[in-house]
């Protein structure tokens, strides 16, 4: 789960470090200031022993009587003094009780300090083993009450094996304390980690679910720590997001209602006044004066608010996402040039349609969202509009240009915004204001797995605004939207 | 010129549209419920149904049903444009077109002349080919409009009738969706080719062995329907 290469490491990482050389700092300094104390104490206590025992024996040693002594004087006392664990060696003057051994085992400082009449001790260690080396002259004891030194020296030999093994022993038991106070350190560290790590990793599971949407995510409360804390901030943050949201949520579901039903409402008296508009405009010239304009300009505020409620239960059904595909094989240029015949739009209208360019569709938003481009051409461009196919394995697209003054950059963005128009003194201009919109829309509602259909809007460099159109040729049918039949239509009688 | 019974529950729409079709010249029989309407078709009095869907108490769905199933009497729904699912099931349940209210008296006008036409006019292409054609265990009989299936009589609504005939007329070619509904419909870019396939499926309900796997009219994938062939 950790890469080696990351740095800093995660929180676990940083913890186990953390105990760990905490728990290797407190070890040695323990451990080891007790080793080196424990150490000093045993050796001054052997060492100490060791000469006072020495000087006891020498002076309890036979007078010497004779200066200088002889080779068995030497030897008679290194005998005596010489012990089990002990070897005890006699020197005069370059000759000693065991000459071999004097080289060999006495250091020469030690050798020339002791000449000089000091007690003296040094640990040596020979072929592994660890001795001290205590040396001395015996003093001479003067008629007159005074001693001087003999020049007979003493050397003994004491092992500090069983010292040794001691100090060896009180080290292991230094090292194992700190393995164990290691172990210890890693265990404690993990424990700590996971009860650290456990509420942060749920936290940021909660924390990512809440920024999925999941608003009634909640954190289990445990104890009464910082953690405890936190989760309970959270867990009051996303109650009060979740309040806040869902009351958005149902004042955008309200709006969103009351459009379509107050669309759908209309749509009853709409429908009687758009049945006689025929007879009004037929009977409008035979009106006297103002009755015969009042009737052409009813009947046209009629079909204009029929397209304006026609075009506001598109954008519910949109907004509802009850709009749903009704897909076909369609011949594309057959297609386009219908919906130019259709509205008698095929004279002024360049085509330029390469044949048999066939995409599974839907026929009727195709023909909307090209109505509505072409028809935004001609009333607010200049001729010639013209209208491309170009086919891709995957997509068609369709654009539809003019030569007029093109889109002002600033309105480019909002173009596709609902009863946006460029022109504020054309508002009371034909359509409605969301026939872009619209477009939009069906244009996204075409999709192939994840890849949905585009509209958008530019400039043509050459002049002109260019609406560019592009379509997956081979649309997928849309998990079936549910129709909420009641939601939508609640108003109709 | 024709007498069209319109049913529809909201008064001033009854009214708008009986006075725009009469000005039109034709006679509108007009009732405020589908039991009113079935009532009124008792006495044959109607060329041309003009239904809403949305009706109080039997509902038009209903009405299509029960109208469909007494005869061949051309039906004109009328619907809330509302939902795709009302045109969808007002087709399933035998309608021959359909009008998305608001409706321009001019629109309403010129397809119920088109169902008229349809449904009261001679075959399109009498031609040179025989008037009785057999194919497999159909005969279909041009001249006299009579459809049977191993002799026995089948009734088909006008619009079955004339898709039947549209697409036996020319065994073996596949007509498009589009083709179709300029042929059989009349009209063509407003055209949804979901009209086109509610009549396919009730007509296959009616003239093949099993509907899931037909043999008279088949399902061209990708480019559209074919007669045949067998």
Not at chain 1, 386 to 405: H, N, Q, S
Not at chain 2, 57 to 63: I, L, Q, R, Y
Not at chain 2, 131 to 158: E, F, H, M, N
Request: contains cysteine.
């Amino acid at each position: 789960m950790l890469s080696p290469l990351r740095w800093p490491p995660g929180l676990r990482v940083r913890l186990l470090l953390a105990f760990v050389s905490l728990g290797l700092t407190t070890t040695a300094v323990v451990a080891g200031a007790g080793y080196v104390r424990a150490r000093n104490v045993i050796l001054q206590t052997a060492q100490d022993a060791a000469v006072v025992t020495l000087k006891e024996q020498i002076t309890q040693l036979a007078p010497i009587r004779t200066l200088p002594p002889s080779q068995a004087d030497l030897d008679a006392i290194a005998a005596e003094l010489s012990g089990r664990d002990d070897t005890a060696i006699a020197a005069y003057q370059g000759r000693s009780s065991a000459p071999d051994q004097v080289s060999a085992v006495l250091p020469p400082e030690l050798r020339s300090a002791v000449g000089s009449g000091r007690v003296v001790w040094q640990r040596q260690t020979a072929q592994g083993f660890p001795y001290l080396v205590i040396g001395t002259q015996v003093m001479l004891s003067l008629p007159d009450g005074t001693a001087r030194p003999s020049g007979l020296e003493i050397y003994r030999l004491h092992s500090l094996e069983a010292e040794q093994r001691s100090i060896d022993r009180l080290a292991a038991s230094a090292w194992s304390t700190g393995a164990l106070s290691l172990a210890l350190a890693v265990v404690l560290a993990l424990l700590a980690a996971r009860g650290v790590l456990r509420p942060v990793r749920e936290l940021d599971r909660a924390a990512r679910r809440l920024g999925d949407g999941d608003l009634s995510t909640r954190l289990a409360v445990r104890g009464s720590d910082e953690l405890a804390r936190v989760a309970d901030t959270f867990n009051h943050t996303a109650q009060r997001l979740e309040r806040q949201v869902g009351e958005l949520r149902r004042m955008e579901a309200d709006a969103r209602r009351f459009v379509a039903d107050v669309s759908h409402e209309l749509r009853t008296p709409l429908a009687a006044m758009t049945a006689v508009t025929d007879v009004l405009d037929e009977e409008a010239p035979r009106l006297p004066g103002d009755a015969g304009r009042a009737a052409r300009l009813v009947s046209q505020e009629t079909q204009s608010l029929t397209r304006l409620v026609d075009d506001l239960i598109e954008v519910s059904r949109f907004d509802s996402g009850t709009a749903a595909l009704a897909l076909d094989d369609v011949d594309v240029p057959s297609a386009v040039r219908a919906t130019l015949r259709a509205r008698g739009w095929t004279e002024r209208v360049v085509a330029d349609l390469p044949p048999d360019t066939r995409a599974r569709l839907d026929p009727r938003r195709l023909d909307v969202i090209l109505a509505n481009l072409v028809g935004n051409a001609l009333r607010h461009g200049a001729p010639p509009v013209t209208v491309r196919l170009r086919a891709e394995p995957d997509w068609i697209v369709l654009t539809v240009g003019d030569r007029g003054p093109g889109l002002d950059p600033l309105v480019l963005p909002h173009v596709f915004d609902r009863f946006y128009k460029a022109d504020s003194a054309r508002s009371r201009s034909e359509g409605s204001g969301l026939g872009l919109a619209i477009a939009w829309e069906n244009a996204r509602l075409h999709r192939t797995g994840a890849e949905r259909g585009s509209l958008v809007a530019g400039n043509d460099p050459a002049g002109g605004a260019v609406f560019t159109l592009r379509l997956p040729r081979r649309c997928t049918d849309p998990a079936p939207a549910v129709a909420d039949r009641t939601g939508s239509d609640g108003g109709r009688p | 010129m024709s007498r069209v019974l319109l049913i529809e529950d909201h008064q001033t729409v009854r009214d708008g549209l009986q006075l725009a079709l009469t000005r039109q010249g034709h006679t509108v029989d007009a009732v405020a419920t589908g039991e009113q309407g079935l009532a009124r078709l008792g006495t044959d009095t109607a060329d041309v149904v003009v239904l809403d869907l949305m009706l109080p108490g039997m509902d038009g769905f209903e009405v299509c049903r029960r109208i469909r199933s007494a005869g061949d009497l051309p039906i004109i729904m009328l619907t809330a444009r509302n939902d795709d699912i009302d045109v969808v099931a007002g087709l399933e349940a035998g309608a021959d077109d359909y009008v998305v209210k608001p409706v321009q008296a001019r629109v309403l006008e010129a397809r119920i002349r088109a169902v008229l036409r349809r449904t009261g006019g001679e075959p399109r292409r009498p031609g040179p080919e025989p008037t009785v054609q057999r194919y497999g265990a159909l005969t279909i009989d041009r001249s006299a409009l009579v459809i049977s299936k191993a002799g026995v009589p089948i009734g088909l609504a006008p619009t079955e009738l004339r898709l039947l005939l549209e697409l036996s007329g020319t065994p073996g070619r596949v007509l498009s969706r589009q083709q179709l509904l300029e042929a059989v419909w009349e009209h063509g870019y407003l055209g949804d080719s979901r009209l086109v396939d509610a009549c396919v499926q009730r007509l296959r309900a009616k003239i093949e062995d099993d509907s899931a796997a037909p043999v008279y009219v088949q399902t061209v994938r990708g480019f559209g329907y074919r007669f045949g062939p067998l």
